[in-house]
């Protein structure tokens, strides 16, 4: 097995915290930042963008479907990024939610968007801290919840543990992250999918399912969304090759490039993702 690249939580930090505005750009002005599960093989065909975003809404519905997240619920989003999913969850389940992120600027985009929903302020927190150290005690949340985040994490394990440390008993943990399917990849997934999305893993669609039960979960769904995932980076180069502002015309022209070799990689089984639903 070859050695992991590792990136550390600064690196990642640092990444997210400049990156914000770009991302909004192109992606999701309203600053979410996650992949879509398309409906029907021309989702989007005739408007990009407008079947992306339905998509990645989508991923939020699929994942809710079995999780059994009620008003009673106290749910964590870690990785929440700046807070979409988690108000999203709060104003569709009436649940509790709290996020926390690594990012101190996500978590005062999100902490400051509370402004704009003053109904669900007593249901809804944000906080920054690191999804491998917890600030909440044994047992606090009836649900961790977590959008395309783990990958990012160099201590997966740790991340899981800490995931199940928090929950109650008989909880949930639902997720979607990013898998290897393979552990040889080539130089070119190396540098513009590994390296450029700072990360790396040693999770193929199924040995996650081992990590997981090793951590003590029981795994009750297991999606392989890898086709999903092709689809989402083939809408991402058409909306950031067609993004206009002259000044980061260039970064632009680079990153369509580069989500075409994210396309190529899942199509060469070189990277994937997946979405697990498990009980502890
Ligand atoms: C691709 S974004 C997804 C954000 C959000 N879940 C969404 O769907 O919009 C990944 C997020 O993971 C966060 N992140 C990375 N490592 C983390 C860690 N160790 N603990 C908490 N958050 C982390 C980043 O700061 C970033 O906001």
Known sequence: MPNLREFSERETEE???????????????????????????????????????AACLRLNDVMLANAGIDPAAQVLDLGCGNGNT??????????????????????????????????????LHFEKASATDLPFADGTFTHVWSQATIYHIPDKVKTL?????????????????????????????????????????????YSYMEALRETGFRVLEARDLSAHLARSYSCLSQMAAGADDDARAERFAALSDAYLKMVAAVRNDELGWAQYLCVK
């Open 15 to 53: 990444y997210y915290d400049a990156e914000d505005a770009l991302y909004r750009s192109f992606w999701d002005s309203a600053g979410s930042l996650h992949w879509g599960v398309f409906d029907a093989p021309d989702d989007g065909a005739t408007d990009v963008r407008a079947g992306f975003m």
């Open 161 to 205: 543990q800490e995931a199940y440390r928090v929950l109650r008993p008989g909880g949930t943990m639902v997720f979607d992250d990013l898998i290897k399917p393979r552990p040889d990849i080539s130089d070119e997934a190396r540098t513009f999918v590994y390296d450029r999305l700072l990360f790396d893993t040693d999770f193929s669609f």
């Open 86 to 123: 988690a108000t999203w969850l709060c104003r569709t389940t009436g649940a509790s939610v709290t996020g926390v992120d690594l990012s101190g600027v996500r978590i005062a985009n999100a902490i400051e968007s509370l402004s704009a929903v003053p109904e669900l302020a007593a249901k």
